[in-house]
Nanobody
Framework: QVQLVESGGGLVQPGGSLRLSCGSSGSTFSTSAVGWYRQGAGKQRELIERMSTISATTYYTESVKGRFNISRDNKDTVYLQMNDLKSEDTADYLC??????????WGQGIQVTVSS
């Protein structure tokens, strides 16, 4: 079983930056992909970025290209660096891990609000 916990969210002004972290516990050594999703009020959950640990490729949704960056350290913490934040980035952000056997795990989500 894997547990994920996000941190680093909060209120930021437009143009500002935040770095979200996703700590994991449990067996994550066989991770095939890590990713960040978000869900705004009244909207469907949206994949923002996903990094394959097998092919070392990264997918970015168009709206965050050049502004957001996903990374992972050697302690299985996944980060989302968010720069030049816009009001439309306001959402609940969730991290996601997919293991090589196909099992998928989610964090509980953390709120990011971009407002002046």
């Amino acid at each position: 079983q894997v547990q994920l916990v996000e941190s680093g969210g909060g209120l930021v002004q437009p143009g500002g930056s935040l770095r979200l972290s996703c700590g994991s516990s449990g067996s994550t050594f066989s991770t095939s992909a890590v990713g960040w999703y978000r869900q705004g009020a009244g909207k469907q959950r949206e994949l923002i970025e996903r990094m394959s640990t097998i092919s070392a490729t990264t997918y970015y949704t168009e709206s965050v290209k050049g502004r957001f960056n996903i990374s992972r350290d050697n302690k299985d913490t996944v980060y989302l660096q968010m720069n030049d934040l816009k009001s439309e980035d306001t959402a609940d952000y969730l991290c996601n891990i997919v293991l090589r056997g196909g099992a998928e795990f989610w964090g509980q989500g953390i709120q990011v609000t971009v407002s002046s």
